[in-house]
């Protein structure tokens, strides 16, 4: 196969031994050409959110026990527990919503509820019906929406200003104290003080008993880092960054339309990873260009995936597209199957966009030069 620097995956391929595709489709999130879809059962997804938080949690805990040279790992763990309360939140959460976690109403709302008060989110009924607003093309970008909400609510977006002042806002906050205290009393008034009596007993209930059992035992720097910072900054931190990369504002025009268009245009597929190089290693400067190459890989694109992207996130534009499939579950295949199929039912293809901070950029870009929401 001859390189290609427009079709960043298919260079990865050719450039690439076979031993690294699995890695590099899981990584970007998009399979080699040709490549045989892995079937994922729903099942799969809720293991290894619940699993990766558990692990992260548990060996954050020991390092602490520990001490010494091995709080150097407390970072990636507390990453680790990030990544799962994401996937759990962006991915399980999410999709019992939509009812295609599990085959039974009735346990996708009790797992979703289980979740709402394990994270401190809005109470199931009510994210299940702000979503069912935002996948309407009539609700989506709207002041109705839960999306537009985030950006200008919270994040204090606005159409019209520079993008550089965009941009401003969005890292001011990530260390901003008044925006981590605004998000964490709107999580715990949406979670703990919901329209269900039941559900906020429950929630109040299971809390108190955390901060119990961390007074009792003393615990309460282990809670403090383990526990609290994860499911507070961290979470707040990639949630943030994965709702701004989720969206962006076409021209007014076809956001007036309301139709099939403003859904093609208004989201695009997030892949983590960059086109590699066209030089070969054999030559020095080639040989900088696959390290720095491989550098970008196994730090900025590996995070985004881990901590932001996490499960289905770079393919939200299909989900969009989509919202019922129960082929969700193995998303990278079950998107690049309706792209090389010409996206059926939908007058334009997909928009795709490599790397997290490139998305965002493209979307505050689309929101400075929107001139209302």
């Known amino acids: 196969m001859d390189y290609d620097p427009t079709n960043v995956r298919a260079g990865m391929s050719s450039r690439l031994p076979a031993f690294l595709q699995p890695f590099l489709t899981w990584l970007t999130a998009r399979p080699a050409p040709g490549e045989e879809a892995r079937s994922r059962s729903a099942h799969y997804h809720v293991v290894t959110a619940f699993g990766a938080l558990g692990l992260g949690v548990a060996l954050s805990l020991l390092t602490l026990r520990l001490g010494g040279l091995w709080l150097a790992s407390l970072p990636f763990l507390l990453i680790l527990s990030a990544s799962g309360m994401g996937k759990l939140q962006a991915v399980v959460f999410h999709h019992c919503s939509h009812g295609t976690v599990f085959r039974k109403r009735e346990t996708n709302r009790l797992v979703g509820e289980t979740i709402s008060i394990l994270l401190l989110m809005k109470h199931f009924d009510v994210y299940q019906h702000e979503h069912m607003l935002h996948h309407s093309p009539n609700k989506l970008l709207t002041h109705e929406d839960e999306f537009t909400q985030f950006v200008m609510n919270l994040a204090g977006l606005r159409p019209g200003l520079a993008k550089s002042v965009l941009w401003r806002r969005v890292l001011i906050s990530f260390v901003s104290p008044f925006f981590h205290l605004r998000f964490l009393l709107a999580r715990v008034s949406s979670c703990l003080l919901s329209h269900s009596t039941g559900h906020n007993l429950i929630g109040w209930a299971a ?167």
Not at 266 to 289: I, K
């Open 207 to 373: 809390w108190s008993g955390v901060f119990h059992l961390a007074w009792l035992m003393d615990a309460w720097v282990e809670l403090t880092i383990a526990w609290l910072l994860p499911v507070t900054v961290l979470l707040q931190i990639g949630t943030a960054l994965r709702t701004l990369c989720e969206h962006r504002f076409p021209e007014q025009e076809v956001i007036d339309a309301r139709g099939k268009t403003f859904v093609c245009l208004a989201t695009a597929g997030v892949f983590p990873g960059a086109p590699v190089p066209e030089q070969s290693a054999a030559s020095l400067g080639g040989l900088f260009a696959w390290g720095g190459w491989w550098t970008s890989m196994l730090t900025v694109h590996l995070f985004s995936r881990v901590f932001v992207l996490v499960g289905d996130a770079p393919c939200h534009d299909f989900h969009h597209r989509r919202p019922a499939s129960r082929k969700w579950t193995d998303y990278i295949h079950a998107r690049q199957k309706d792209v090389d199929g010409g996206c059926p039912n939908f007058p334009l293809g997909y928009i795709e966009t490599w790397g997290l901070f490139e998305a965002i950029d493209e979307n505050l870009a689309s929101l400075s030069t929107a001139s209302k929401i």
